[in-house]
């Protein structure tokens, strides 16, 4: 019997040898390990032909080593997520036309400052190159949006868009239009910039500088889901258990307007957190600058500290554009992922009584220098005729996020 068991544990052996010696022929088989867009490897994990990683390669297939999306000048990453967008506060204008609602929102980037005056000039010098002069009159922001019949405000018809002391204010006098027209020569401009840096060659077409990573996508005017999201910055108020026990009424904690705490400010305690009016004829507070906001007009776009995305002044300074069509039952319509409404369906203008709600009228957020608090709460909206302008609407872009880093 115990001849039998060695017998036994032989054979085990032998056959366990065997599978061995055969698993290890199997690993000998030339293994590609994990790819990534930053790993992609020297050859084909399909063909095993070679890979061409000359990006002026127009003859070979050419692969594009790319560790993360090259971000453009000016943006902040956004890192998207589930969120309840909507009115966080008693709706006093009674509108009820931004419900809470749960939706996710993707990833994406936003300018950490509004469009300035001196951003803009720089679009209207490189538009003098390209189109007439008839055409670059139309993209001028309209000076006249500061004059009034009971009012002397005649200074800045002239300078604030002008004078060098105005360059990094806020563009104002700007329609929808012309905030869209600025999105498209930026992205333009910005690739072909980034083209010339990389070396890459002018002939090669738009969908072969985006397989080598060198096109980012658009700029554009963020979606009212995104500019509210980016708004409130509920970063920071999260727990393990994906609860947030508690909400945001503007883009900071606190249900005041002033800022409340003496660590990260030292000695800013007390300080006005927005540019906003505090009431009927009230821009700015009294005179001496203690805890008053001092600004009457808009005022340089880093002034006032940033949300916890670090983006500044996504409550007062200036109103801002967003890309949606105005409709006040959005919410009801809109998909719980991504949320945007490009234009009428599902809530045509035909089932409205006023001439108010058609596809050319926009929605804008923020609250801006001329608003009271009210309106300084990120789930507030508004809207106006997509071409026209005032002084206290501006903008700023987004940029979609692609792709993911080391994936």
Partial sequence: MVFGKNKFGLVATALLFVAVSILSSCNKTPGYGRRTAAKPGKVSATTGAQFSFDANDSTNFVVTRMAKQIVGPNLKYIQGGRAVLGSQEQDIMAFRDNVERTVTIASFYMDETEITNNDYKEFLFNMRKAVSA???G????SDRVWEGAMSYNDVYDTYYFRFPGFNFYPVAGVTWSQANAYTKW???????????????DSTLTKNQLIERGVAMPEYRLPSEAEWEYAAKAMIGTQYMDENQEYGRIYPWDGRGVRNPYNIKRKGKQGDMLANF????????????????DGDIIPTNVYDYPPNDFGLYNMAGNMN??????????????????????????FDEAKDY??????DNYRVYKGGSWRD?????????????HQDSATNHIGFRCAMISVGAVGK
């Avoid at 009016?277 to 008053?292: F, P, T």
């Avoid at 009271?372 to 106006?384: D, E, I, K, N, Q």
């Fill in 134 to 136: 008839d055409s670059v």
């Fill in 138 to 141: 139309k993209l001028e922001p």
């Fill in 353 to 358: 009584g006023t001439t108010l709600i058609d």
């Fill in 186 to 200: 930026r992205t333009q401009y910005v690739n072909e910039l980034m083209r010339q840096k990389q070396g890459i």
């Fill in 372 to 384: 009271v608090a009210y309106w300084l709460s990120p789930g507030t909206r508004r809207f106006m």
């Fill in 277 to 292: 009016k505090r009431g009927r004829g009230d821009y700015a507070g009294i005179a001496g600058g203690i805890s008053n």
């Fill in 320 to 345: 801002e554009w967003v890309q949606d069509v105005y409709r006040p039952l959005s919410y009801t319509d809109f998909d719980d992922l991504n949320p945007l409404r490009k234009d009428g369906i």
